[in-house]
C-alpha cells in the first residue's frame, strides 16, 4: 500500500524567510502533484510534476520531483503571509496500473507577518 | 466552462438519515473521483468512474455508502443511515483520460455535518 509522507506537518515561519517542504512515498511513481487548501475551501493545483527531475516554479514557490529518491519538494522563497495555507502533496498510482491519486496529510503553513 | 461544481455546500443531518450529494464535473472529463477529507487530514479516495463505469471502492466505502454515475456525466453520492463518523468534507474531482498530465480539478466541496 502506497504510504505518501510529508514533513513538517506544520511549519510556522517568518515573512522574508526561505522553506522546503518534503513529500516522500513509498512506492514507483512518476507523477505527482501538489495542492493548496486554504480554510474550509477546496483544493487548487499548484503544480504537476511529470517525470524525475521536473522542477516548476510559480512566483515564490518552487516544486520539483526525484523519482528515484521518491521525493518531491516544494520550496518557498522570501515567505508573504498570503502563503499561508495547508499545502499537500499527491502520487499519482497510474503507474501502478491504478488510477487515482493518494495525498498526503498536509503541511499546514502560518507566515507570520 | 465554470469547473467541478458540487451540490449541497454544506449539509446537516441527524443519524441515522439519508443524504445524497451530487458532483457535475467538467464537460469534457470522462473520469470522476470521490474523495472524503476529515478535519486536519489529507483527502482519502473514496471511489472512481469512468463514463458510467464504477470502476474502483475504497474499502472506506461501507455498504451504507453508494455511488452512482448513470449517464457518465452528474455523479452522485449517497451516505444511508449517517453515523457522527461520516462528518466530514465530501469532495469531487474530475479529469480525462489523459488527466494525470494536467492533474485533476476539484469542486468546491460538501460539508456534512451528522448531529
Known amino acids: 500500500e502506497l504510504k505518501v509522507e510529508q514533513n513538517p506537518l506544520f511549519l510556522s515561519m517568518q515573512e522574508g524567510k526561505n522553506y522546503t517542504i518534503y513529500c516522500n512515498y513509498s512506492t514507483t511513481s512518476d507523477r505527482l502533484y501538489w495542492y493548496r487548501q486554504d480554510p474550509g475551501k477546496s483544493l487548487e493545483s499548484l503544480f504537476v510534476l511529470l517525470s524525475n527531475g521536473a522542477v516548476k516554479q510559480e512566483g515564490r514557490l518552487m516544486a520539483s520531483l526525484d523519482t528515484k529518491a521518491r521525493l518531491s519538494t516544494l520550496h518557498i522563497t522570501a515567505a508573504v503571509h498570503d502563503l499561508s495555507a495547508t499545502y499537500f502533496c499527491a502520487v499519482d498510482m497510474s503507474w501502478n496500473r491504478d488510477d487515482k491519486i493518494i495525498f498526503g496529510k498536509g503541511t499546514r503553513l502560518h507566515i507570520l507577518p | 466552462d465554470t469547473g467541478v461544481s458540487q451540490d449541497p455546500r454544506h449539509k446537516i443531518t441527524k443519524r441515522g438519515q439519508n443524504v445524497t450529494f451530487r458532483c457535475d464535473p467538467i464537460?469534457?472529463?470522462?473520469?470522476l473521483y470521490w474523495y472524503r477529507q476529515t478535519l486536519g487530514q489529507g483527502p482519502e479516495f473514496l471511489t472512481y468512474?469512468?463514463?458510467?463505469?464504477?470502476?474502483?471502492k475504497s474499502r472506506l466505502l461501507s455498504d451504507r455508502f453508494s455511488a452512482e454515475r448513470p449517464k457518465g456525466s452528474f455523479s452522485t453520492l449517497e451516505i444511508q443511515r449517517t453515523e457522527q463518523g461520516d462528518s466530514a468534507m465530501y469532495l469531487c474531482?474530475?479529469?480525462?483520460?489523459?488527466?494525470?498530465?494536467?492533474?485533476?480539478?476539484f469542486g468546491s466541496g460538501t460539508r456534512l455535518t451528522v448531529v
Open positions: 474531482a474530475s479529469s480525462s483520460v489523459q488527466g494525470a498530465n494536467y492533474g485533476y480539478t
Open positions: 468512474f469512468q463514463n458510467e463505469a464504477q470502476l474502483e
Open positions: 464537460s469534457e472529463h470522462n473520469r
